[in-house]
């Protein structure tokens, strides 16, 4: 049976982000998140809940995150979940559930004196951005994996390549 692990959220940062850096130099970076939710109950009234997540980045994504985020950013994140299990000083057994990330991108409106001129929209720092495979006929599926990216400075998005666009062609299978 195959396995996935696979989190989106997006949210507003609960404190600002806290920058350190692992003894071979990495650069971590940790920060609470908080996800909303509004519903309307059977009884018709409005209800809203927020669930509360601790994120951690590594490398370029954390120091990025540090730079250019703080307390009540908005940002979009993929990751995967990561259950951490220790001993407390009192001898308890505790544990918690938090995010990694992977990748992320700027949701809210840019920071003030930050970048070119503009003021509200889509943030675009130097961030790593997800892109689906390219699309190769002769590949079972279609599909070929991306190399992996080199560090390079990108918008909050790059526009789906030609390759990436479209239906399957004529005896070409969906990859599902």
């Known amino acids: 049976m195959a396995n996935l692990n696979k989190v989106l959220l997006i949210g507003n940062l609960t404190r600002d982000p806290e920058l350190k850096f692992l ?23 409005r209800k809203e809940e927020a669930t509360f997540i601790d994120c951690t980045a590594f490398s370029k994504t954390a120091e990025t995150i540090s730079k250019y985020m ?3 950013s908005s940002i979009f994140i ?22 990694v990330v992977e990748t992320f991108q700027f949701t809210g409106p ?5 970048g070119s001129e503009g ?3 889509g943030y675009s720092a130097p961030a790593p951005a997800s892109r689906p495979p390219a ?10 994996q991306r190399p992996a990216a080199q560090p390079q400075d990108q918008s909050m998005a790059d526009p789906p390549a030609p390759d990436d666009m479209g239906p399957p062609s004529a005896g070409e299978e969906p990859p599902f």
């Open 23 to 45: 003894p071979s130099q990495m650069a971590l970076c940790e920060f609470g998140l908080a996800v909303n939710r509004t519903w309307t109950g059977q009884d018709g009234q």
């Open 70 to 72: 703080k307390k009540g």
């Open 78 to 99: 993929e990751g995967r979940l990561k259950y951490e299990q220790w001993e407390s000083k009192d001898g308890g057994k505790r544990s918690k559930l938090s995010v």
């Open 110 to 114: 840019r920071p003030q004196g930050q």
């Open 119 to 121: 003021g509200e929209g």
């Open 135 to 144: 699309r190769t006929a002769g590949r079972p599926g279609g599909y070929q």
